[in-house]
């Protein structure tokens, strides 16, 4: 009767793995924008730095995603 148990899958699921790549550039990018945003309050520029600190939190994202869900 042992033998009609079926195996375990032991790991994230690919829908897991996706979620998980999609929180961490949106997470990145929210964060390192809030950031770029505040720093534009504070010098009283117009948007500057918001975007960079967008495209630096997009790129770290996507180094997130490589460095811990690619093989």
Do not use: E, H
């Not at 929210?30 to 720093?39: D, E, H, N, R």
């Amino acid at each position: 009767m042992a033998d009609n148990q079926s195996p375990k899958k032991s790991g994230a699921s690919g829908a897991n793995t996706g979620w998980a790549a999609v929180g961490y550039l949106i997470s990145g990018i929210a964060v390192w924008g809030f950031v770029g945003w505040l720093i534009d309050r504070w010098l009283g520029t117009d948007g500057i730095a918001t975007g960079i600190g967008c495209v630096l939190g997009a790129a770290g994202g996507i180094y997130l995603v490589v460095k811990k869900l690619g093989a």
